[in-house]
């Protein structure tokens, strides 16, 4: 096999994907394949001898194709948006190329380098304080995790470590486990479950607080939990604040637990998984007022910013925590420079990492802040049209306020209505939703979630949710 083969494969497969792309909307959303449908497709055993890429080519359509759901197609509306752009893709392909591990700053220092910088453009384009960014001159700054479940499970132990040090300060003939075992953690009743599965990872307990009427978590409501918790001999240590969450979008009251935070020496972590990229667009800032109180601050590039995944962006404004928790120093990774520039081995759980930052370089670049903003305000201007067909409509009701890309509506009927229309709007095909349940309320979620979205599509879409509810409700 001929090298020059290969870059004709690289060759082609760069026309597959930009024709994929561009075309994506006329192919059907989900697959209709069944488990299993993969195996009877491809021989038993890997080829002894080599193929020619042409047949890998050629397999690519009967065998991947015909059971890949299109997540950036505009019939799709379910979870939250993955980003997808160009600059990443090719950004990935140069990544691939250099195929470096970044663990330390010596292992490839561009890729550690481009790291802290990007960070901190990114940071600036949120408007998040400097306390959080490498430029401060301090210790703090970001560091990109795989995915937003890690930076909450990352910044919890961080705050495990800071607390059982504090504790220990205080009460020297306590030992590890007894601490551990009194430590207490909060987020509200609507948080993401990997914030529960951070808990679990960490060993330690997490309570689920009740929301307000807006699903938000108040000062109030964790105050309360603090100080019953505190009066019962526990130790709170940790509070994820979700802004924007899963289920409906909603925005916790950051400022007011904030304060109580500060008040109590507990650390603050923000999960902006999905939200965070629209403050890029200041005038959405005022949902992250009391941003300056949090120890950490995390949101996905690779949700909303046009940064394919993975790439979840994390600020700590004392790394050290979590850098001296998880230090182990073995001589083969130590190096003379150590301390000169971050280690972000120390940063995270895995060891090994990829030079991801160069996405963050090509997208910024490329798109510039102004196309960014773009984006978000259009994606969010689609889900507000949604919302007006939907409105007017009066076999409908708006379930959410709708703030960013994402409708939660449902049928003025039963759960069991509004679970049959779901099946049917998935079951013909040409859209994908998911539902979500508060408080025994069955909805549906309608996320805006590719860039190719327009408005034609949402009316495409609105036309088969009011088809598939004009089928529930004559009982067809
Ligand atoms: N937090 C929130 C609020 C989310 O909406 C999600 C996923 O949608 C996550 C966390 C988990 O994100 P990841 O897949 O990056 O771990």
């Known amino acids: 096999m001929e090298a020059g083969d290969f870059k ?25 394949v069944k488990p299993g449908y993969l195996r009877p497709l491809v021989p038993e055993q890997a080829p002894e001898k080599a193929e020619p890429w042409t047949a890998v080519m050629a397999d690519i359509e009967r065998v991947v194709m015909s059971g890949v759901t299109h997540w950036h197609s505009p019939r799709f509306h379910a979870y939250f948006p993955t980003a997808n752009s160009y600059p990443a893709i090719v950004a990935d392909m140069l990544s691939g190329a250099i ?86 953690g909060y987020c509200n009743k609507q948080a993401h479950s990997s914030v529960e599965r951070a808990g679990l990872l960490g060993g330690v307990k997490l309570r689920s607080l009740q929301p307000d009427g807006k699903r938000r978590l108040r000062g109030d409501t964790l105050r309360d939990a603090i100080e019953e918790d505190t009066r019962n001999g526990l130790i709170p240590f940790y509070v994820v604040a979700t802004l924007g969450t899963t289920s409906s979008c909603a925005f916790d009251a950051l400022d007011e637990i904030g304060d109580v935070c500060n008040e109590h020496g507990v650390w603050l972590h923000v999960d902006a998984a999905y939200a965070g990229s629209a403050f890029i667009c200041p005038e959405y800032r005022y949902l992250m007022k009391g941003v300056e109180k949090a120890d950490s601050f995390n949101f996905n590039p690779h949700k909303w910013l046009l940064v394919n995944f993975d790439c979840s962006a994390l600020w700590l404004k004392e790394p050290r925590w979590i850098i001296d928790a998880f230090n182990v120093d073995p001589l083969y990774l130590k190096h003379d420079m150590q301390g000169s520039a971050p280690d972000y081995r120390h940063w995270q759980i895995p060891l090994g990492r990829r030079f991801r930052a160069l996405k963050l370089w090509f997208v910024l670049r490329l798109y510039g802040v102004e196309n960014l903003q773009k984006h978000i305000r259009k994606h969010i201007a689609l889900a507000h049209l949604f919302e007006k067909l939907c409105s007017a409509d009066e076999r409908f009701e708006i379930y959410e306020e709708v703030t960013m890309g994402l409708v939660c509506f449902r049928l003025k009927d039963s ?24 408080d025994d309320t069955y909805f549906l979620r309608l996320a805006i979630c590719s860039r190719f979205s327009e408005e034609s599509d949402i009316h495409v879409s609105w036309e088969e949710v009011k088809a598939s509810a004009d089928e529930v409700l004559k009982g067809q």
């Open 415 to 438: 759960n069991e209505k509004n679970e049959e229309l779901l099946r049917r709007i998935n079951g013909r095909g040409k859209i994908h939703l998911v539902p979500s349940k508060i």
């Open 99 to 184: 195929a470096c591990i970044g663990f330390t700053w010596i292992a490839s220092p561009a890729c550690t380098e481009l790291e802290v910088v990007m960070l901190d453009w990114l940071g600036q384009m949120l408007g998040l304080p400097e306390s959080f960014l490498a430029r401060s001159g301090g210790e703090a700054g970001g560091v990109i995790q795989g995915t937003a479940s890690e930076a909450t499970l990352v910044a919890l132990l961080g705050a495990k470590n800071r607390t059982i040090l504090r504790v220990k300060e205080k009460h020297p003939e306590w030992s590890d486990t007894e601490i551990l075992s009194k430590l207490v």
């Open 8 to 32: 004709d494969f690289a060759k082609a497969m760069t026309d597959y994907i930009a024709e994929y792309l561009e075309n994506i909307r006329d192919r059907q959303v989900v697959p209709s």
